[in-house]
Nanobody
Framework: VQLQACGGGLVQAGGSLRLSCAAA????????MAWFRQAPGKDREFVAA????????YYADSVKGRFTISRDSDKNTVYLQMNSLKPEDTAVYYC????????????WGQGTQVTVSS
């Protein structure tokens, strides 16, 4: 399975972006899908995750209420809708496919840059 993330870009504070992550070469329906991000000079951090069924979602406190994760299993795609963006959201965003039992990441996408200007 290869994960292809896209949708990043430059946006002003308060703006919105929607990231997409498409799986190719297989299905990702068995995995918990998640988004992580890494800002310059910082460790990669968890942003949001969604269960294989889409029935459960999880968010970092820093994005709760502003970001929404969703998935379309028919399209093998997971989304991250980001609203009310802040300069501190600036980072490279990565999608990942994770083992639902161990939470270990099995696949990483290549990352997409999100830059929020003040």
């Amino acid at each position: 399975v290869q994960l292809q993330a896209c949708g990043g870009g430059l946006v002003q504070a308060g703006g919105s972006l929607r990231l997409s992550c498409a799986a190719a070469g297989g299905t990702f329906s068995r995995y918990v899908m998640a988004w992580f991000r890494q800002a310059p000079g910082k460790d990669r951090e968890f942003v949001a995750a969604i269960s294989w069924s889409g029935g459960s979602t999880y968010y970092a406190d820093s994005v709760k209420g502003r970001f929404t994760i969703s998935r379309d299993s028919d399209k093998n795609t997971v989304y991250l809708q980001m609203n009310s963006l802040k300069p501190e959201d600036t980072a490279v965003y990565y999608c990942s496919a994770n083992n639902p039992w161990t939470a270990k990441t099995v696949y990483w996408g290549q990352g997409t840059q999100v830059t929020v200007s003040s």
